[in-house]
């Protein structure tokens, strides 16, 4: 998928830009490899829209609401229910028809028959030369069925989704989409003058990297949201399943493809917002190794350059602390590198006091002895319980166990949390004027923890995480990814997807026990790409530990069955 939509940076004199109503249908139909997308490519012009693969669609105008007379199936007032308005609902609906029949020349009515038009040669030599007046507002749509006794099939429409243009650009809209199949008995054609060329495009296919389409992210994700589905016939009633269409407006964002939208689904949304409230886009979107990035008076982030499939991005240092007396505490260090010590030592403001470790994997410990030594401070953690893939290099200064408070400059208060199951040392920091914990590898953005016994634990994991929901946070701070809101959220998700993991288990078992736990792993982690399996086996192996604990499941020899 190509990030095409880059502009220049938004000033903040144009953030509060009203955005205006619009509407956009994306007409799908069956093809012989699956569905099949309209896309139409827009001319060449002097905004963001310029040459992007689009679907149909445009501004709501007065002339839509004329309309409401000509239109079947729908009303006003469902119309705005369905959309979440008090009126006006159904001249989205009827925008969405009528920039289709203008754009694409394809016409959602029907006649007196009660069927969808037919647009043969005859009829459509009749009813296509009202395209270009329909678009320059010449005529009405209104007047264009009373012409030729159309009515609208709006109710052919489904609400797909609702998308707010970010602020700060150019040009704002506050889009519905809305999707339907193509018309049986009508093929599509372009209108020559806002689009100059029209596709019939798998999803696949339009969103691959070398399909050169420029694409904006609102017809992007709709492309891979259509993408999921197999059929028309599925694809129209998921979309039209009693479900909640949530407003998606995105941040922008700065980083290594230039400036462009960032969505909710993505990592930094949720940062982007904290750190640029007054959005003018200079929040950055990716992490970046070695680039301190600022997350508050008391926090700065610091990145390792060891990104990989277990690491995400890299390990995150945080630097925290502050006030007058400057001095700082490091959380994690990371793995032993002489770069990223010296990109912490550069992004520390002031001097290095304290170095707590959340656990002594080996991407987040090794470096606390030798910035201790090169600064003098006190390291605290806590030793593991096993030494299998530990730092054995980590002495702390103090050992820490859980519940400990320690007084930072800047009233920068740590509540220290033990929080096992990933690693039996496993803590966290609370950062309790901020509400934010930095939780190590408790949890990870983007990714599930692997826990590796014997000294990761899945029932302690698990236990973990419930106990974190009970507490009053605000923001997650992992030791790999962005600052993560919604804590509690975040955690009830992770347990119930390690719920939802553990009765695949024992459903693999029930079905092929007694067997080793390596026999079960394709039936288990199905969902996991194969290269991923010996790193699966060791959390497999913790989730039978946990089921023979609880009695469900019993092991001997290295076979597992069910419990008797």
Known sequence: MQATDTVSPPSPSAVERPARPASTLVVVRDGAAGIEVLLSRRTQSNDQFSGAWVFPGGIVDAGDRVAHQHC???????ASTRLGLESGG????????????????????????????ELDHVRGD???????????GERS?????????????????????????????????????????LPPTQTAAFDGTEMVEQRWLRPADALAAGSGLK??????????????????????AWAGSARSVPLTMPRMGTGSQGTQPVTPDEPAYAEIGRLDPERTGTACYD??????????????????????????????????GGGAANEWAVIDPGPLDLEHIEAIMKATPGPVRWIFVTHTHLDHSPAAMMLAARTGAQVLGALPDHDEGQDASFEPDETLEGGERIELPGDTTLHVIHTPGHASNHLCYLLEEE???????????SSTVVINPPDGNMAAYVDSLRALTERDLEWLAPGHGFLMAQPREAMQGIVQHRLRREAKVLAAVQAHGPAEAPALLATVYADVPERMHPVALRSLTAHLIKLRDDGVVAEADGAWSTAA
């Open 141 to 181: 749509l209104s007047a264009f069925c009373s012409e030729f006794g159309l009515r609208l099939a709006v109710d052919r429409l489904v609400y797909l989704s609702h998308w707010l243009t970010p602020f700060g650009r150019p040009k704002r809209f506050d889009t519905r989409f809305f999707i339907a199949s």
């Open 90 to 117: 159904l001249d989205y609906y009827i925008a969405a028809v009528r920039e289709c029949f203008e754009e694409s020349g394809l016409l959602l009515a029907v006649d007196e028959t009660g069927e969808l038009v």
């Open 215 to 236: 694409l904006l992210t609102p017809t992007s994700k709709t492309l891979a949201l259509i993408g999921r589905h197999d059929s028309v016939e599925a694809l129209l």
């Open 435 to 445: 509400k934010l914990l930095f939780t190590g590898d408790h949890v990870m953005q």
């Open 126 to 136: 009749t009813l296509g030369p009202w395209r270009g007046p329909l678009h320059r």
């Open 72 to 78: 079947v199936g729908l009303d006003d007032a469902a």
């Open 287 to 320: 992490i970046q190794p070695g680039v301190a990035v600022r997350l508050s008076a008391r926090v700065v982030r610091v990145t390792a350059n060891n990104g990989s499939v277990m690491t995400g991005p890299g390990t995150n240092t945080y630097i925290v």
